[in-house]
């Protein structure tokens, strides 16, 4: 397992934008499938973005797809979601997901697929 630390979650007005960064440590960067998961208080937690280990294969939740864009540099070890057009039903805690993919060339979707996890960024959109 990879350490994973999130950052960059904040309160924004709804249709303002915000980036999240997701630095890692501890193991190979460039291997891990990763993803940003959100939960809203009272709900299930949910996919909201998925990537492969070189960035070119990517999937968004349908209510986010064409606003938020992930994206790694594995250069800097480090995951983004940016974030754009918020609305308040995107307020809910952010967070960053990593296993290592050897050998996959796609994106993880389950939940159960990822077996590190940071501690979550609280995005709150108001309106």
């Known amino acids: 397992q990879v350490q994973l630390v999130e950052t960059g979650g904040g309160l924004v007005q709804a249709g303002g934008s915000l980036r999240l960064s997701c630095a890692s440590s501890?193991?190979?960067?460039?291997?891990?499938?990763m993803a940003w998961f959100r939960q809203a208080l009272g709900k299930k937690r949910e996919l909201v973005a998925a990537t492969n280990w070189d960035g070119v294969r990517t999937y968004y939740a349908d209510d986010v797809r064409g606003r938020f864009t992930i994206s790694r540099d594995n250069s800097r070890n480090t995951l983004y979601l940016q974030m754009n057009s918020l609305k308040p039903g995107d307020t809910a805690a952010y967070y960053c997901a990593a296993r290592p993919s050897y050998g996959l060339e796609g994106y993880l979707r389950a939940e159960t697929d990822y077996d590190s996890w940071g501690q979550g960024t609280q995005v709150t959109v108001s309106l």
């Open positions: 501890g193991g190979d960067f460039y291997v891990l499938a």
